[in-house]
């Protein structure tokens, strides 16, 4: 990489929270509703084997900010917090130079989980990321109240992921959060990492991409009945959440092409280093589940990610890619060493590249580890997303 220009490169990461691939027109021609994601994959390399570390945000974004596994970085169900010895990409790129800003809204994506540490500066748009946020501050100071928050932050993150407040599918402060760092960074070489947790459940669009995509139904009726436990929900009901998702999409993709937008504006687009990405998606029925967290289907693990360089051509990417390695991508292309990727042999490459990096030679990809570390050997995915759930109940797995 060539000093003196890659020194101007700012580096902007959005993470489309909860984006399946074969709803946006970049990988499926047949979707006419995400025109800004069709248009930044035009000036992006496109990766059509990214594969995820887990099937839900908080390993998957951990991956990404540490290049590692997720038994190599700790962040996990069993363990809620990133180990602490880890250094983060924030900060490796804060010692580069860059001024490094965060704006999620992602209840897992904050201080106290220690993956959202060591950024200059970070905006949390969730009211409930920002109570998270006050007790770890209040219990910062004594080790009793720690060790008691860390004990109850596993069944608070479980009552969180049930009762999904509803500020976190509204985008709008998140976009307008993005434009003012932008506005006040644009000087100063920076590192811009923006969660957005628009087509994550609960599905609220605003009325308009309701209206577009036909939705008939009140989705509060949806939503008091989590469809991540799923087998409540109705066979008829089945097709209105469907739309409910992809109106989410297309309100995604327009919040997405109001920060590309306003790049542009700010003349900041040509010269940046944009890699976006999912962390996990969705299911929309397969294996008769709705949600992620609890299966390795294609559908979850298998996601977006374009890549655009201030030099790249547009492509298409069959390689694999694991989004843990975008972590060393960044930086790469900002003139940083960092050692070749290790993907051992243990680690295997199969239909299914190794989503939690067990290390089981045996593993063979088609069947999922729980990654709640009680059972290990071989599950079949669709027990663990559905069946076992069914027969041991959430707290089987949460406990
Ligand atoms: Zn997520």
Sequence with gaps: ???????????????????????????????????????????????????????????????LLTGLYPWQHGATQAQPFVNSDIMLLQEKLGKEGYFTGAIHNNTWMIPLT???????????????SNYFQGIWRYTQNSKILKTVRKKLFLQVSLFNTLKMERSITDLSKQIRGTERFLEKNKNNKFFLYSNLVGSHYPYR??????????????????????????????????????????AEVEYLDH?????????????????????????????????????????????????????????????????VMEIRQVHNR?????????????????????????????KNPEYDGSKALLYRGRE????????????LLKEKGPDYFFN
Excluded at 50 to 57: L, M, T
Excluded at 336 to 347: F, H, L, N, S, T
């Design 1 to 63: 990489m060539q000093g003196a220009e890659q020194k101007k490169m700012n580096i902007a990461v959005i993470v489309l929270d909860t984006l399946r691939k074969n709803r946006i027109s970049p990988y499926n021609k047949e979707v006419d509703f995400t025109p800004n994601l069709q248009a930044f994959s035009e000036d992006a390399e496109t990766y059509h084997n990214a594969y995820s570390q887990a099937p839900w945000s908080f390993p998957s974004q951990a991956s």
């Design 114 to 128: 220690g993956v959202m540490k060591r950024f200059d500066e970070t905006k949390t748009i969730s009211d409930i």
């Design 205 to 246: 669009p605003p009325e308009e991409y309701r209206e577009r995509h036909g939705v008939e139904k009140d989705s509060a009726d949806l939503e008091s009945r989590p469809v991540e436990y799923s087998g409540n929900i109705l066979e008829e009901e089945e097709e209105e959440i469907r739309k409910l998702y992809d």
């Design 255 to 319: 919040c997405f092409g109001e920060i590309i937008e306003d790049m542009k504006e700010k003349g900041l687009y040509e010269n940046s280093l944009i890699v976006v990405c999912a962390d996990h998606g969705e299911l929309l029925g397969e294996e008769d589940g709705f949600g992620h967290h609890f299966s390795v289907n294609r559908n979850l693990v298998n996601v977006p990610l374009m890549i655009k360089t201030p030099e790249n051509e547009a492509s298409e990417v069959d390689e």
């Design 330 to 358: 960044i930086l790469r292309e900002a003139g940083i060493d960092v050692p070749e990727d290790e993907r051992g042999e243990a680690y295997g490459m199969y239909d299914r590249p190794v989503i939690y990096g067990e």
């Design 376 to 387: 290990s050997g071989d599950i079949d995915s669709k027990k663990v997303s559905i069946d």
